[in-house]
């Protein structure tokens, strides 16, 4: 076998002071992963492609610690190829050219792609990737790259074009308690020679604390067990205090620049303009602990305000400016209140998005159909001549008639853009309109008295 690039190890050390417990208990083989079941479950397609050794590039996306590196390693070893491992965060082109470099001198040889896993692979810029395609597209690499970043917007259109991608889902409750289970009963690569016993309220909390992150609760665990001393007995007792001091603030999955940060405030903003203030407090709260800027925050229901409630609560609003004002004046972590105030007030608030239709549509008829002139009755008469020229002539002024409605018209037609809910207080809004458009059609012109005062005006 080629020495170029070693194959990758089926044997790991089981010495806690050199590697870390999630390095030691990482799987093997494929059947040791735990999770992603959709994916690598018989008969799945991920599984069938390893299986019948038809694995070529790949992208694989999801969440830190939920198998990702697990998957590479696993197949390397399984299909016994040379292998090599890249970290886009500190390797660059020149580490890149070598190793493609070398691949090409075995595959020459051998006929035999190399194994290539380049963790954070959304790291490298668009020409660190195309640099990528030769030897993917030679067959000489088999490309396994893994991110935490959606690959529609981290990954150049060439790449993407030449691999598949999987999406891995976050590690369930279920799936982190068997991978608990593993590490405490393991005496090779895991903590079973410790003879620990771990409290269910530990459990529940270790578990509830790595959000679907199968390294997270494996650092914790480990932290929790090297420093509980044994009792008399020898048995180190992991209780919830000790499980706390292990990891002491939960963090929830956030990026601030990924899709946590999409995907939550889309669910945040639907929740709120669906009517349900418990799912939309869950969600701000979580943008919240994470760390999310409440400015950016109170914008969004600022516009949500405008967009999804609109007259159908004249309120709502002002209430969302005054609201975004309050965090800035106030800040963090007492800015939460208003915009707690502000998010169920929005969410339990009637709906309607009228007005934000009508001005869509009217900018499209602007843009796209013919520009109606101004009427001669509506232009401008406050200059010296313009009576001469018909600017004006022809104007009713609205307070000479019942309800302020002067039978005229204004250039479009009623209706043409505004079409009010019966939702909230836009009924009210709906159902006036529709009497102005009554008294429109009956009322009959001003007398010549008051008409001259129009003009006039």
Not at 236 to 242: K, M
Not at 308 to 326: E, F, H, N, R, T
């Amino acid at each position: 076998m080629d020495e170029l690039f070693p194959i990758a190890p089926d044997t790991r050390s089981s010495d806690t002071t050199i590697i870390p417990l999630a390095a030691r208990l990482r799987p093997r083989r494929l059947e040791e992963i735990v999770g992603q079941e959709h994916l690598l479950a018989p008969g799945k397609p991920l599984r069938r492609l390893v299986d019948a050794d038809r694995l070529g590039s790949v992208i694989l996306f999801g969440p830190p610690g939920s198998g990702k590196t697990s998957f590479a390693e696993a197949v390397a070893i399984q299909s016994k190829r040379p292998f090599a491992r890249l970290n886009a965060a500190d390797s660059g082109v020149p580490e890149l050219r070598k190793i493609l470099e070398r691949a090409s001198s075995h595959y020459s040889r051998r006929g035999e792609p190399t194994v290539v896993f380049l963790d954070e692979i959304h790291r490298f810029n668009r020409a660190q990737q195309d640099s990528l395609l030769s030897g993917v597209e030679e067959g000489m690499i088999r490309l396994i790259g893994a991110t935490t970043h959606n690959p529609c917007f981290a990954l150049t259109a060439p790449l993407l074009s030449r691999s598949q991608v999987f999406e891995f889902a976050p590690l369930s409750a279920d799936h982190l308690e068997r991978i608990l289970a593993r590490a405490l009963e393991d005496s090779e690569r895991g903590l079973g020679r410790f003879r620990c016993r771990l409290d269910p309220q530990a459990r529940k909390h270790l578990i509830a604390a790595a959000e679907g992150d199968a390294r997270r609760l494996l650092n914790a665990l480990e932290v929790a067990v090297l420093t509980t001393p044994p009792s008399g007995q020898g048995i180190i007792e992991i209780d919830l205090a000790a499980a706390e001091d292990s990891c002491r603030r939960k963090m929830p999955r956030y990026d601030r620049d990924g899709d946590e940060h999409y995907d939550t405030i889309s669910a945040f903003i639907k929740a709120v303009r669906g009517g349900d203030p418990d799912s939309s407090l869950y969600w701000l709260a979580k943008m919240l602990v994470a760390g999310e800027d409440p400015r950016f925050l109170a914008r969004r229901l600022v516009i949500l305000a405008a967009e999804d409630i609109g007259l159908a609560d004249p309120s709502a609003l002002p209430l969302a400016v005054a609201a975004s004002q309050a965090v800035e004046q106030i800040g963090m972590p007492e800015g939460r209140i208003p915009l707690a105030e502000a998010t169920v007030y929005l969410a339990a608030a009637p709906k309607s998005n009228a007005a934000y239709a009508a001005i869509n549509r009217a900018m499209e008829r602007i843009e796209k159909g013919e520009t109606i002139p101004v009427p001669a009755a509506l232009r401008d008469s406050h200059y010296a001549g313009a009576v001469r020229i018909g600017r004006g002539v022809g104007y009713q002024y609205s307070h000479d008639y019942p309800e302020a409605i002067a039978p005229q018209g204004y250039g479009v037609a009623a209706g043409s853009f505004y079409q009010p809910t019966d939702r909230g207080a836009e009924k009210e809004i709906a159902d006036r309109l529709k009497r102005w458009r009554l008294l429109r059609s009956q009322a009959s012109g001003p007398s010549g008295e008051n008409a001259s005062a129009c003009r006039e005006r």
